[in-house]
């Protein structure tokens, strides 16, 4: 009972875990803002473009094939469905991804960092070759 115990709490501190934890966290509150976004900014536009506050009403009537009544295919639904992904899709590249891209790129070392870091590396491995040596020429 204990090795299970010690596995769970292994498992729940793991990073991965507390990582998508916060993940969720964030992203719940993240869709307050895309929900207002999409709500005072993107439909307002899309109210002004189409006439209609949202394109889910929008229906294609087709006549019927076998001369009875017309099929109605309410494809607003599927349009308003696409809307929504794409404004939270771009919300989402815009205000998170790259934003995050443009931080790692500035924390992201130089190639002159790398190289004087490299150079120092190898300066010190060649001390410590150099002391070896002299300790093994010693005995």
Do not use: C
């Not at 307002?44 to 889910?56: K, M, N, Q, S, T």
């Not at 998170?96 to 490299?118: C, G, H, M």
């Not at 410590?128 to 040596?133: T, V």
Request: no cysteine; hydrophobic share 55%; aromatic share 8%.
């Amino acid at each position: 009972m204990r090795n299970m115990l010690n596995g769970f709490k292994e498992f729940i501190t793991r990073g991965n875990v507390l990582d998508l934890a916060i993940g969720i966290i964030i992203g719940g509150a993240f869709t307050a803002i895309v929900t207002a976004l999409n709500g005072s900014i993107l439909m307002p536009l899309v109210a002004w473009l189409f006439g209609a506050p949202d394109v889910e009403g929008f229906t294609l009537d087709l006549p019927s094939l076998h001369g009875g009544n017309a099929t109605v295919f309410p494809i607003g639904l599927l349009l308003q469905a696409i809307l929504n992904f794409l404004f939270v899709a771009a919300a989402l590249y815009f205000f998170i991804v790259l934003p995050i891209a443009k931080l790692a790129e500035a924390r992201k070392p130089t190639e002159e960092e790398i190289e004087e870091t490299l150079e120092k590396d190898v300066e010190l491995l060649t001390e410590i070759r150099d002391l070896l040596r002299t300790q093994t020429a010693a005995r």
